[in-house]
């Protein structure tokens, strides 16, 4: 499976690569600011990408949108509670922008706005706990990914990149029953930034349905809570019902859509922004 690199250009932080053919600057430090933009305007050039999609706070938006940037999300204070970020989009093709699942990202939106004030409490099922994973559960927690994913943005099939990654700025939380995983998702925290992304959820198909991403993502939050994040915001597949009522209904806003943004199961497919201040009420 092809995967996409990760690198720096100075302090900033990004991801460039064929697997969602497109450069991503995951982090803008403002020391690289301008000169990141020329740089990741020059990946997409030299090696045929279709799209730029940049994470930045407001203050570069005037720069980014002479390069011909467009805001696709926005998250109000999600620097710290102080600066607004953006997520702003360039592309390089035009037919990354045509998606043909369009209507459907609609029907999602639509059905996860009118989901929102649905909130009941999930219970979790008997026998099973609901606990933060550590190194030890990486095999069984890249096992539950293969079974879920068929490919995905970064190489969370592997157990050795997902030990790594909780040593650096992941924290995963899973739930289990006698020893096995049954769901599972991350979160991606920007301690200096103030903000963390809930990511990666996944759910045994055996026990889709259950309401075992709500409560991992109750728990992800009261974790951040009691770190200081100000913010959570996710990334989440436009087209999944699931996972888009999931966040309404836990009372996160829905700041946008990022088109033909993530390379996820075989194809490109749009994905929805949905924030929430502060991340546990």
Not at 72 to 101: I, Q, T
Request: glycine share 8%.
């Amino acid at each position: 499976m092809t995967i996409d690199r990760v690198e720096s250009f100075g302090s900033s932080l990004i991801q460039h690569g064929a697997a969602n053919d497109r450069v991503y600057l995951m982090k803008l430090a403002r020391e690289d600011f301008p000169q990141v933009l020329g740089y990741v305007n020059g990946l997409a050039v030299l090696y045929d990408y279709s799209k730029v999609f940049a994470k930045v706070p407001a203050y570069a938006k005037q720069r980014f949108e002479r390069e011909r940037y467009r805001v696709e999300a926005k998250v109000p204070g999600f620097y710290n509670g102080a600066e607004d970020g953006l997520f702003m989009a360039r592309y390089f093709h035009p037919d990354r922008l045509v998606d043909h699942s369009a209507d459907r990202v609609q029907q999602v939106l639509e059905a996860a706005r009118s989901k929102a004030a649905d909130a009941a409490p999930v219970v979790l099922p008997e026998g099973c706990e609901c606990r933060l994973a550590s190194p030890a559960d990486a095999e069984p927690m890249a096992e539950l990914y293969r079974q879920v994913f068929a490919s995905y943005p970064f190489p969370i099939h592997d157990p050795d990149y997902l030990a790594g990654t909780m040593a650096e700025n992941l924290l995963y939380a899973g739930i289990w029953r006698q020893g096995e995983l049954l769901a599972l998702a991350s979160a991606e925290i920007d301690a200096s930034g103030g903000n963390a992304e809930l990511t990666d959820f996944a759910t045994h198909p055996d026990w889709r349905g259950k309401g075992l991403a709500n409560l991992l993502l109750r728990r992800l939050e009261t974790e951040m809570a009691a770190a200081g994040i100000k913010t959570c915001y996710t990334i989440a597949r436009a087209t999944s019902f699931g996972m888009n009522i999931c966040f309404a209904k836990g009372g996160y806003r829905f700041a946008g859509t990022l088109v033909k943004n993530t390379q996820i199961a075989g194809g490109l497919e749009s994905m929805n922004v949905w924030y929430k201040q502060p991340p546990c009420q």
